[in-house]
């Protein structure tokens, strides 16, 4: 059985009569409980709290290799797990942002080809910052709509100073970090 065939035998949310399997389940929830943790007692940096919990879902996409119903479910879940920690006035908006920025990471690992040199792949950097910039262009958009309802003029000077402030650096952190442990957790989960 070829190595392709073995991850859609073995995807995380199969269609049909198959099972879910309870290791993929349980890295997908060690990866959100890490990232949860990490943002409950991470300060602000320069008034910027990482949203570690984008960073683990990423990872758990990168490794599983789920299809795109279990990327989303992962994404809900995350989705989920970031509302508790939301300072945003609508924290449900996460429960929107996360699953779409979830499918955006699934969609570049499933169908872009992989890139690396000498075999160290840079999949990981590029899928964690197309589904982190995805997340939060959503969620602060989704925000400023709802929450502030701004003139248009005033929410264009809010949301760019929000983009170039929180979502910038939160998706060069979450990509330099999935950069940094994809390797060593996939060797680590035998993947």
Same mark, same amino acid.
């Given at each position: ?92 908006? @996460?429960?929107?942002?996360? +699953?779409?920025? !979830?499918? &955006?990471?699934?969609?570049? *690992? %499933?169908? #872009? ?5 000498? @075999?160290?792949?840079?999949? +990981?950097?590029? !899928?964690? &910052?197309?589904?982190?910039? *995805? %997340?939060? #262009? ?6 400023f709509k709802f929450a502030l309802n701004l003139p248009p003029e005033k929410m264009m000077v809010a949301w760019n100073a929000a983009f170039i402030t929180v979502v910038i650096p939160v998706t ?20």
């Amino acid at each position: 059985m070829s190595n392709t065939q073995s991850i859609e035998t073995d995807s995380f949310i199969s269609t049909g009569s198959k099972m879910v399997r309870s290791k993929q389940l349980a890295v997908v929830a060690v990866l959100l409980a890490i990232g949860a943790v990490l943002r409950a007692v991470t300060p602000p940096i320069a008034g910027i709290t990482p949203n570690f919990v984008i960073a683990m879902y990423c990872l758990a996409i990168l490794l599983l290799r789920p299809n795109i119903g279990g990327a989303l479910g992962i994404g809900l879940v995350g989705g989920a797990v970031a509302m508790i920690f939301s300072k945003s006035p609508i924290p449900y908006l @996460n429960l929107i942002s996360e +699953p779409a920025g !979830a499918l &955006a990471c699934a969609l570049i *690992v %499933s169908y #872009l080809p992989e890139f690396s040199v000498k @075999n160290y792949s840079f999949k +990981p950097i590029l !899928a964690a &910052a197309i589904g982190t910039l *995805v %997340s939060g #262009l959503l969620y602060i958009t989704l925000n400023f709509k709802f929450a502030l309802n701004l003139p248009p003029e005033k929410m264009m000077v809010a949301w760019n100073a929000a983009f170039i402030t929180v979502v910038i650096p939160v998706t060069a952190i979450n990509a330099v970090l999935n950069q940094i442990f994809y390797a060593p957790a996939k060797k680590f989960l035998k993947i």
